[in-house]
């Protein structure tokens, strides 16, 4: 089975940087899309980010666009986030998802357990 570990999160300063990880394992993914979500208390889910398999094509929501930046590093089935000028609005659960689709598919078939990130003002 697919198995996806996110790490990075943590406490931040607004204005501050944090960069998250989300390393793939599991023979029953054959390699694809990757992507990022994070979920507010009292809120949905929503999409923050998006890789295809090859990297050349990424897809940002419009609230991250110029702050973050997705890559990926296929040698270590692992996928990032580096995020920058971080606000407070961001606080959430980021959640790493995957997808056997080389390209970013609407709706990811595998999903991480999430990572807390906190920005406070």
């Known amino acids: 089975q697919v198995q996806l570990v996110e790490s990075g999160g943590g406490l931040v300063q607004a204005g501050g940087s944090l960069t998250l990880s989300c390393a793939a394992s599991?023979?029953?993914?054959?390699?694809?899309?990757m992507g990022w979500f994070r979920q507010a208390p009292r809120k949905e889910r929503e999409f923050v980010a998006g890789?295809?398999?090859?990297?050349?094509?990424?897809y940002y929501e419009d609230y991250v666009k110029g702050r973050f930046t997705i890559s990926r590093d296929n040698a270590k089935s692992t996928v990032y986030l580096q995020m920058n000028n971080l606000k407070p609005e961001d606080t959430a659960v980021y959640y790493c998802?995957?997808?056997?689709?080389?390209?970013?598919?609407?709706?990811?078939?595998?999903w991480g357990q999430g990572t807390q990130v906190r920005v406070s003002s």
């Open positions: 998802a995957a997808d056997n689709k080389p390209f970013i598919p609407r709706k990811f078939t595998y």
């Open positions: 599991g023979g029953g993914f054959d390699g694809g899309a």
């Open positions: 890789i295809s398999w090859s990297g050349g094509d990424t």
